[in-house]
């Protein structure tokens, strides 16, 4: 397990901020202490700094995950939200999801229009459950 390199943090806090702004500072300092990122095995984990020290102690090769996968830093350098994030991203979202149409277009849609394509689902951690660790 590693710090993310500058670029990975870039491109993660990109990726987040589009979807609760400038409330990014709120998901790192938190009342019952300071959270950070992780990378192990190309998944991004959201862990305290309490327990970092603490898992200090395990060799990586054991270590399965620590914290809570937030992503996931694909080859090309692009980041994917995990539907696990959600539960950390929703207090501070106003709307998750990214917009089809412009605000214009949505007053005049039918009703079976595509309005917001959705970011995760369950479905899409029940799918994929096996590779999530």
């Keep these: ?25 709120l998901l790192v300092d938190q009342p019952d202490g300071i959270y950070c990122f992780h990378l192990h095995n190309d998944q991004v984990y959201y862990v305290s700094e309490k327990i970092m020290k603490l898992a200090a102690n395990i060799s990586g090769d054991k ?27 929703a207090p501070y979202a106003k709307r998750f999801g990214v917009a089809a149409k412009s605000t214009q277009d ?17 479905g899409e951690y029940v799918r994929h459950e096996e590779t999530l660790t």
């Design 1 to 25: 397990m590693r710090p993310l390199t500058e670029e990975e943090t870039r491109v993660m806090f990109e990726k987040i901020a589009r979807y609760i702004g400038e409330n990014l500072q």
């Design 63 to 89: 270590l399965v995950s620590l914290g809570s996968c937030f992503g996931k830093v694909t080859k090309t350098h692009k980041f994917w939200l995990h539907v696990t994030a959600l539960d950390y991203l």
């Design 106 to 122: 949505c007053r005049k849609v039918d009703p079976m229009a595509i309005v917001v394509f959705h970011q995760a689902d369950i």
